[in-house]
């Protein structure tokens, strides 16, 4: 998934990374495809740009694992969209992951800022 602002400053994200973000925007309720890639993006302050190609596949890598499920409807532009939303084991696995990525994060804080975890420790 790369950020849209320019391909110097593209981020590459773990794999799986997508996966978590899709789960916690669809755990505000039911999405189409487009709508996913347009919350991350806001949520993101624009630095996350999803393209198409890699949320499709996430999307029904997903929906096999049966962490989400799809429903045809109508967006609100008036088209025929499948609107996904999460299943009980999408929010486990949600639960999981987010736990899993804060001890990621975490870890690599005090490898890369250790100063920052002392000055938290002091405060």
Same mark, same amino acid.
């Given at each position: ?23 916690? /925007? ?10 996913? @890639? ?35 409807? /109508? ?5 025929? @969209?499948?609107?996904?939303?999460? /299943? ?36």
């Amino acid at each position: 998934m790369p950020t849209q602002e320019n391909n110097d400053e593209r981020i590459a994200l773990l794999q799986g990374t997508l996966d978590i973000l899709i789960l916690k /925007t669809l755990i505000l309720g039911p999405c189409h495809g487009q709508g996913v @890639a347009r919350s991350i993006q806001r949520q993101s302050e624009e630095v996350l740009f999803v393209d198409h190609g890699s949320l499709y596949l996430a999307l029904q890598r997903l929906e096999d694992k049966k962490l989400i499920q799809a429903k045809w409807g /109508t967006s609100e532009n008036n088209r025929k @969209a499948r609107f996904y939303s999460l /299943t009980a084991k999408g929010r486990a696995e949600l639960l999981e992951k987010t736990s899993q990525w804060k001890r990621l994060t975490r870890a690599m804080d005090l490898i890369l800022d250790p100063a920052a975890d002392l000055q938290g420790e002091e405060a």
